[in-house]
């Protein structure tokens, strides 16, 4: 019975109109339709969007042309919109270029170059023209100057969604009052609604960038938001790098074979790759041939191994395969072949082969006589018949007890005797069937026959060889084993084989290799992220860290993390947490970030943190960043909003943020010691001059100086000041149990003279700074002395000590 299915498009023209309506979708008209993908989901969204892709260009540009960044961001209402202007001080960009990087999306320099970059598809910039004229109509008007050019150009623009190609509507050359730089004018459709994340981008740019000068002007602001610079030290410039063995798939790896101007596979890995070496190369090529070739079993000699039923031994083998060559030369070339594999621990039939040459060679030099090819061959197979004899039926079996040891050592001790014997009997024959007789097998092939043999003595001898033996019987044999010297494929015989290729991947992903140079990448580094922190965070304490770098599918990446502590920062509710990737804030999306699950999961009571419930997101007055330097980011969506599930790049954020909050840690337990310092002093304060008046009442004696009790009780460092006939003295004495060195700085109303010690004077205003940095030793005492006039008024000031460590009487 025909089903109705069967006769579906039976009517005449019905495919030839499918195919009329197939036709080639454009990126940029997909986007079009899909602008959510790249962060366009709403006018608030969109115009946070739009302000982070003309950023992070501008700050590309002017770090790739050694310029410190200072950008110019302009939000502004038009009628029923908003313009957008973002202006840098970089490069500029050429006549000829413009179009194409603000009008044709995919159009990019970065992404073929393996180096750390904030954009690499080239979509950023040109999706935000896009985004503008779908909801404004309008152009995008961009002004650009090069350095040296006495004009800048100008350019009013469009996006053709049909072909991804700009459109051009207008093309000038103008005067800008910039030397160089570039300017871009967006309208769109958008609104304010999103000012907290839009001030949070900039804000957080600033952290991350602390080279770059930053303007925001918006509607609703008194006047600009500025971020100042925190150093003239540019990024570190990163070099591009090549693919890294460990990152490369199978695909790919075709590609590359089909493309390269290499011949061999050792040549190929050398110039493609990064961190191959001869010597890398030569590993890996030698794991390719065990994968291509397989191995050769080495074999105990026959005057070592347990003989079942006596049997020929190899030097009356070789001899016998020998003819017309003279009993003493035959004899001399079968003694010398016999003499090197009893020498030998184990032999593989290809090592065999280089012993009977090297035998002839010697016997014909000794003799005379000459051992041609024909010879050498029939001493090869008689001598590898002695070494691998394997004849159940007659009882001849040298494969056994060869195996034998192997199997023993590689099982458990409650396998007996006649476990081991079966499993090695049985592994023996299968060898002993190997069909070109040089015992040459894959590691797979290797594995079904330990498999086999276990199985075998499962069922017919009733004695269990688990997974974990059978593993290890597979290890022990392979070990064995020896890499054959075959020439490996050439380069074009391996891409025309995937089977081949891929047995070359897997020996480059087994193959210990570096991990990839680090110069392709540019961390803040822990001085400047904590420079960051500093110039945008008001906080009483600062830690940061930068990790050593790690690979993740081939691409390197470095983590650094940052804490700022204490200070104005908002006690109430959880910390700020700070997300990065290349130097560019992630702003949405925080819940779906691998950097939140993480910060999460860390147990932050154990780093003085308040975690309602042991776990999520900690409280306190502190800010946590995060930031991730790669040359691939793995985003979880086109619009880079949140890093992916990785565990390679998860476990370096937690040690990161770990290394930081160590410190931390340590801050607060020290704080917290130095508040119970300080809470005993007071009490002590109070209480000692009580004491004393106590005293003096009981024992009617004259009240007892208590002048530096307090510091002795308290091990500090006492400062006091003495004034008598017009010399001032001040005197330190240091109570405590480490050598102490306090900056000490009198300001003195009237010009001192006469000091001692290694003091400095300042003049400021009739006010003279006398500042001393004496270093006191434990127990010890320093004096410091200069005059001063009868009416000489005094303030000291005292820095280098804890507050609570300290004591002035002065």
Not at 356 to 373: I, K, L, M, R, S
Not at 389 to 401: C, K, Q, V
Not at 500 to 506: D, F, R, V
Not at 533 to 551: G, W
Request: charged residues 30%; glycine residues 8%; negative net charge.
């Amino acid at each position: 019975m025909t089903s109705f299915q069967s006769t579906l498009g039976d009517e005449p023209g019905i495919a030839e109109e499918l195919a009329e309506s197939q036709r080639e979708i454009s990126i940029a008209e997909f986007f079009e339709k899909n602008k959510h993908m790249l962060g366009f989901d709403s006018g608030a969204r969109g115009l946070v969007t739009a302000v982070k892709e003309a950023v992070d260009n501008a700050l590309d540009a002017t770090e790739e042309a050694g310029i410190a960044p200072d950008i110019y961001v302009e939000i502004s209402e038009v009628g029923d919109y908003y313009r957008l202007v973002v202006e840098d001080n970089g490069p500029g960009i050429t006549k000829q270029q413009v179009p194409k990087v603000f009008g044709k999306l995919l159009y990019g320099s970065r992404f073929h170059v393996r180096e750390q970059n904030r954009g690499q598809q080239g979509i950023g910039i040109s999706a935000a023209v896009l985004y503008s004229q779908l909801t404004s109509g309008k152009a995008a008007k961009i002004t650009s100057r090069t350095q040296g050019s006495p004009d800048a150009e100008y350019f009013e623009l469009i996006v053709d969604t049909d072909a991804n190609e700009p459109e051009i509507k207008a093309s000038r050359t103008a005067s800008w009052d910039r030397s160089h730089g570039t300017r871009i004018e967006l309208e769109m459709e958008a609104n304010m609604r999103a000012r907290a994340q839009l001030h949070g981008y900039i804000k957080h740019t600033a952290v991350v960038n602390p080279h770059a000068r930053i303007e925001l002007r918006e509607p609703g602001l008194d006047g600009p938001l500025k971020f100042e610079r925190a150093t003239d030290r540019l990024p570190a410039q990163t070099e591009e790098i090549r693919p890294h063995p460990h990152g490369v798939e199978l695909g790919t790896l075709i590609k590359m074979l089909g493309a390269t101007n290499s011949h061999s596979v050792s040549g190929f890995l050398q110039e493609e790759f990064t961190r191959v070496g001869k010597k890398t190369a030569d590993k890996v090529v030698s794991r390719f041939r065990d994968r291509h070739f397989g191995r050769e079993m080495a074999w105990r000699g026959p005057d070592v191994a347990v003989q079942s039923n006596g049997g020929d031994d190899l030097e009356a083998a070789v001899v016998e395969s020998v003819s017309n060559k003279g009993a003493d030369a035959t004899a001399t070339f079968a003694a010398g072949i016999a003499d090197v594999v009893r020498s030998r621990e184990r032999t593989a039939h290809h090592e065999l082969r280089t012993i009977v040459a090297n035998a002839a060679d010697a016997a014909e030099e000794e003799t005379g006589t000459t051992f041609g090819d024909t010879v050498r061959e029939r001493a090869l197979d008689a001598a590898w018949g002695a070494i691998t004899a394997h004849d159940e039926a007659s009882g001849i079996d040298r494969l056994t007890p060869s195996l034998y040891p192997l199997v023993d050592e590689a099982t458990s001790t409650r396998k007996d005797d006649a476990t081991v014997r079966a499993l090695s009997e049985r592994i023996a024959r299968k060898f002993a069937a190997e069909a070109d007789g040089r015992h040459r097998v894959t590691r797979r092939r290797l594995r079904e026959y330990v498999v086999a043999a276990a199985d075998a003595t499962a069922e017919y001898d009733d004695a269990t060889v688990g997974e974990t033996a059978r593993e290890n019987v597979v290890e022990a044999l392979w070990a064995a084993m020896r890499t054959v010297p075959d020439d490996p494929p050439k380069v074009a015989a391996v891409a025309e084989s995937r089977d081949t290729a891929s047995e070359l991947l897997e020996a480059m992903r087994e193959t210990d290799i570096l991990a990839p140079p680090t110069d392709c990448l540019s961390p803040i580094t822990a001085e400047l992220v904590e420079a960051g922190l500093k110039k945008e965070y008001d906080a009483d304490f600062y830690a940061a860290a930068t990790r050593d770098a790690e690979v993740h599918g081939g691409d390197p990446f470095i983590v650094e993390a940052g804490i700022a502590y204490g200070g104005d920062l908002p006690a109430e509710g959880g910390v700020d947490l700070l997300r990065f990737a290349n130097r560019v804030p992630l702003v949405y999306q925080r819940g779906a970030c691998a950097t939140t699950d993480v910060m999460k999961g860390i147990g932050w009571r154990n780093y003085g943190l308040d975690q309602p419930g042991g776990s999520g997101m900690p409280n306190g007055p502190a800010v946590v960043m995060v930031h991730v330097a790669s040359t691939n980011v793995p985003f979880t969506s086109e619009s880079k909003d949140a890093l992916a599930n990785v565990p390679a790049i998860e476990d370096e954020i937690e040690l990161a943020i770990r290394e930081a909050a160590r410190e931390l840690k340590s801050y607060l337990n020290k704080r917290r010691s130095l508040q119970k310092r300080q809470k005993k002093q007071d009490v002590l304060g109070t209480i000692l001059p009580q004491m004393a008046d106590k005293l003096a009442e009981v024992t009617g004696r004259d009240r007892p100086d208590i002048g530096g009790a307090l510091a002795r009780i308290m091990n500090n460092v006492s400062v006091e000041r003495e004034v008598e006939d017009g010399t001032v003295t001040l005197t330190v004495e240091n109570h405590s149990d480490r050598s102490e060195q306090p900056d000490i700085t009198d300001i003195v109303s009237e010009e001192p003279g006469e000091l001692n010690g290694d003091a400095t004077v300042v003049d400021l205003d009739g006010e003279w700074f006398v500042k001393w940095s004496p270093s006191v030793p434990a127990g010890e005492t320093a004096t410091l002395t200069y005059t001063a006039g009868e009416a000489a008024e005094f303030d000291i000031d005292v820095d280098g000590v804890e507050a609570e460590k300290l004591t002035v009487n002065a």
